[in-house]
């Protein structure tokens, strides 16, 4: 008997990988976390049904949600992670060796737990001493904190369920808040492909041009997303993603990644024409 693991990205798009082995399945106080072993993409993680990493493609998503600032401000020391509980992208900061610390909020235990049993590669530097690993609510945590980050990252799931706070003016105001002046924040941003999740990530757009003097859109392929195209936000209070790239800089920290480069940095930025409609006009 064949098993296959689908996950329904649409009401008409499914996803479908055949599976070797169910290895993990658990229900949280937020979501349902399973684990599958898969035949193309190695281990998968999923929650609530969406797939949140594998161990395949993971490596696009934790590149570019990290390198891009860190080529922009090479001289970030202190960020903050909100979501981001499989450890990929604490992973990537912590080969910055100039980053003195690195505060990661995730709400849900089980998900660092189950990456950690399951996606050593991946979740290896939840442990590192320059992590500051809490679970609690996101949203919560940036409450009050002012000129704090030089950079944070919002590693987060969808704009539903826990992730939901995440993606609302209040929040990306504290962001702002929070962040020194010469801050940068990234966050994921949605597919432009399929309507809902563009509406999605217009509305996140416009939430942040309204608090945020420098607002950029990137993307990257992401094969497992729903799409395979994938885009990023970049907001920031002084720098520009492609006008202040620092390539020479960030070259030389040596760092070998297997997705992100330099050249690639500034082709991300370059959108397709029915994106970059979408963001000006506001509508999909």
């Given at each position: 008997?064949?098993?296959?693991?689908?996950?329904?990205?649409?009401?008409?798009?499914?996803l479908?990988?055949?599976?070797?082995?169910?290895?993990?399945?658990?229900?949280?106080?937020?979501q349902?976390?399973?684990?599958?072993e898969?035949?193309?993409?190695?281990?998968?993680?999923?929650?609530?049904?969406?797939?949140?990493?594998?161990?395949?493609?993971?490596?696009?998503?934790?590149?570019?949600?990290?390198?891009?600032?860190?080529?922009?401000?090479?001289?970030?020391?202190?960020?903050?992670?909100i979501?981001?509980?499989?450890?990929?992208?604490?992973?990537?900061?912590?080969?910055?060796?100039?980053?003195?610390?690195?505060?990661?909020?995730?709400?849900?235990?089980?998900?660092?737990?189950?990456?950690?049993d399951?996606f050593?590669?991946?979740?290896?530097?939840?442990?590192?001493?320059?992590?500051?690993?809490?679970?609690?609510?996101?949203?919560?945590?940036?409450?009050?904190?002012?000129?704090?980050?030089?950079?944070?990252?919002?590693?987060?799931?969808?704009?539903?369920?826990?992730?939901?706070?995440?993606?609302?003016?209040?929040?990306?105001?504290?962001c702002?808040?929070?962040?020194?002046?010469?801050?940068?924040?990234v966050?994921?941003?949605?597919?432009?492909?399929?309507?809902?999740f563009?509406?999605?990530?217009?509305?996140?757009?416009?939430?942040?041009?309204?608090?945020?003097?420098?607002?950029?859109?990137?993307?990257?392929?992401?094969?497992?997303?729903?799409?395979?195209?994938?885009?990023?936000?970049?907001?920031?209070?002084?720098?520009?993603?492609?006008?202040?790239?620092?390539?020479?800089?960030?070259?030389?920290?040596?760092?070998?990644?297997?997705?992100?480069?330099?050249?690639?940095?500034?082709?991300?930025?370059?959108?397709?024409?029915y994106?970059?409609?979408?963001?000006?006009?506001?509508?999909?």
């Amino acid at each position: 008997m064949e098993l296959w693991y689908t996950e329904e990205q649409t009401e008409n798009v499914r996803l479908s990988l055949k599976v070797k082995n169910h290895l993990f399945t658990g229900q949280s106080d937020f979501q349902k976390v399973d684990v599958f072993e898969t035949f193309e993409y190695g281990k998968l993680m999923t929650l609530d049904g969406l797939v949140m990493v594998t161990e395949k493609d993971e490596f696009i998503y934790h590149d570019m949600i990290v390198h891009v600032a860190m080529a922009v401000n090479p001289e970030i020391k202190n960020v903050l992670v909100i979501g981001g509980g499989d450890g990929g992208t604490v992973r990537e900061l912590m080969r910055y060796n100039h980053i003195e610390k690195a505060d990661m909020v995730e709400i849900d235990k089980m998900v660092c737990d189950v990456a950690r049993d399951f996606f050593p590669t991946i979740s290896g530097d939840l442990d590192n001493p320059r992590v500051n690993l809490t679970y609690e609510d996101g949203v919560a945590f940036m409450k009050g904190k002012e000129n704090v980050y030089d950079l944070i990252i919002i590693d987060s799931t969808d704009p539903v369920g826990p992730g939901e706070g995440l993606f609302t003016t209040e929040f990306y105001t504290d962001c702002f808040n929070a962040l020194t002046e010469n801050g940068i924040l990234v966050n994921q941003n949605e597919s432009p492909v399929y309507e809902q999740f563009a509406k999605e990530a217009i509305r996140a757009n416009a939430k942040l041009r309204k608090i945020f003097p420098i607002v950029e859109v990137y993307s990257a392929a992401i094969p497992t997303y729903p799409s395979g195209f994938w885009l990023f936000g970049f907001a920031s209070k002084k720098y520009h993603p492609v006008i202040d790239l620092k390539a020479e800089a960030w070259n030389n920290f040596g760092i070998k990644t297997k997705y992100y480069n330099t050249d690639l940095h500034k082709g991300a930025f370059a959108l397709p024409t029915y994106v970059k409609e979408y963001i000006a006009n506001g509508t999909v």
